[in-house]
C-alpha cells in the first residue's frame, strides 16, 4: 500500500514529481505492492493522460 500512500499525495496536489517518480519505480522494481496499489497506479495513469495531473522535475 504504499504506491498507493505516494499517489494518494500526488492526486491531492494535482503534481508529480521527479523525486515522487522515483519512489514508485523504486517499489515497483522491488515488487513491493498490492492489488491496490496497482488500482492507484491506473488511476494515475488515467489522471496524468487527461492532463489533470502537472509532471514536474
Not at 522515483?22 to 489522471?47: F, G, T, V
Request: hydrophobic letters at 40%; zero cysteines; aromatic letters at 4%.
Amino acid at each position: 500500500m504504499m504506491i498507493q500512500r505516494l499517489i494518494d499525495r500526488v492526486q491531492s496536489t494535482k503534481v508529480l514529481t521527479s523525486s515522487l517518480t522515483n519512489q514508485i519505480s523504486q517499489l515497483l522494481w522491488k515488487r513491493d505492492y498490492d492489488s491496490q496499489d496497482m488500482e492507484a497506479l491506473a488511476q494515475l495513469m488515467d489522471a496524468l493522460d487527461m492532463g489533470e495531473i502537472l509532471e514536474k522535475s
